[in-house]
């Protein structure tokens, strides 16, 4: 797909950095996350800030030409949408077995290449999220990826989607159906501006620590 235009900054982007938003029947400024609905469409970069600048100003009037107004909680309503995207994918990549569960699960799947991204529960303890942060920066040490980590969800929210109980830590397989829901998770922390913790971009830990 081609390059949009954000209507609040006015720059040019891919598609999949913008969210997409179109006038509904009733003269609401609805969003289309699968760039699908009929009708014009505007742009706005995919972050909370710029939806919530184009909402206070009513910047979609004049780019969709008509008469429309956004919702009072614009903002809250993409968060979630996306929020729900993101943890529907995951429960359908724990049916097609591109999750693990569990600190030990987690930990062996950094260590042995299978993870592609790790969830934290924000109720994680700094122990488990300690011992599983060891684990990816010794894999980068090793020439490894860099296997990003995410902390976006409460337990409640990861156990109910995940179809378990007490979800604190998760590992997402690089298979189709976790790379499609970590593409979904990347973009809600990107929306919230919670970006995903990298070890390439941190130093590494002791000797202890990557042990």
Same mark, same amino acid.
């Given at each position: 797909?081609?390059?949009?235009?954000?209507?609040?900054?006015?720059?040019?982007?891919?598609?999949?950095?913008?969210?997409?938003?179109?006038?509904?029947?009733?003269?609401?400024?609805?969003?289309?996350?699968?760039?699908?609905?009929?009708?014009?469409?505007?742009?706005?970069?995919?972050?909370?800030?710029?939806?919530?600048?184009?909402?206070?100003?009513?910047?979609?009037?004049?780019?969709?030409?008509?008469?429309?107004?956004?919702?009072?909680?614009?903002?809250?309503?993409?968060?979630?949408?996306?929020?729900?995207?993101?943890?529907?994918?995951?429960?359908?990549?724990?049916?097609? !077995?591109?999750?693990?569960?569990?600190? $030990?699960?987690?930990? &062996?799947? *950094?260590?042995? =290449?299978? %993870?592609?991204? +790790?969830?934290?529960?924000?109720?994680?303890?700094?122990?488990?999220?300690?011992?599983?942060?060891?684990?990816?920066?010794?894999?980068?040490?090793?020439?490894?990826?860099?296997?990003?980590?995410?902390?976006?969800?409460?337990?409640?929210?990861?156990?109910?989607?995940?179809?378990?109980?007490?979800?604190?830590?998760?590992?997402?397989?690089?298979?189709?159906?976790?790379?499609?829901?970590?593409?979904?998770?990347?973009?809600? !922390?990107?929306?919230?501006?919670?970006? $995903?913790?990298?070890? &390439?971009? *941190?130093?590494? =830990?002791? %000797?202890?620590? +990557?042990?």
């Amino acid at each position: 797909m081609n390059d949009r235009k954000c209507i609040v900054s006015r720059e040019a982007r891919p598609a999949e950095d913008l969210i997409r938003f179109v006038a509904g029947p009733d003269g609401m400024v609805v969003p289309d996350l699968k760039r699908n609905l009929p009708g014009r469409g505007c742009w706005v970069t995919a972050d909370r800030a710029h939806v919530d600048k184009a909402a206070e100003k009513n910047l979609f009037a004049r780019a969709l030409k008509t008469s429309v107004r956004p919702p009072d909680n614009l903002g809250a309503l993409v968060d979630e949408l996306l929020s729900k995207a993101a943890l529907g994918s995951l429960g359908l990549a724990r049916k097609a !077995g591109a999750v693990a569960l569990g600190a $030990a699960k987690v930990e &062996a799947s *950094v260590r042995s =290449g299978k %993870a592609y991204g +790790v969830l934290h529960a924000r109720e994680g303890s700094h122990d488990g999220v300690r011992k599983i942060t060891a684990a990816r920066r010794a894999v980068v040490h090793m020439g490894g990826p860099a296997i990003p980590a995410y902390k976006l969800f409460s337990e409640e929210e990861m156990s109910l989607a995940l179809g378990a109980t007490n979800v604190i830590h998760a590992a997402v397989f690089g298979r189709d159906a976790g790379k499609a829901a970590l593409k979904r998770v990347n973009a809600l !922390g990107t929306f919230r501006g919670e970006s $995903a913790d990298k070890p &390439a971009a *941190v130093a590494l =830990g002791t %000797a202890e620590d +990557v042990e």
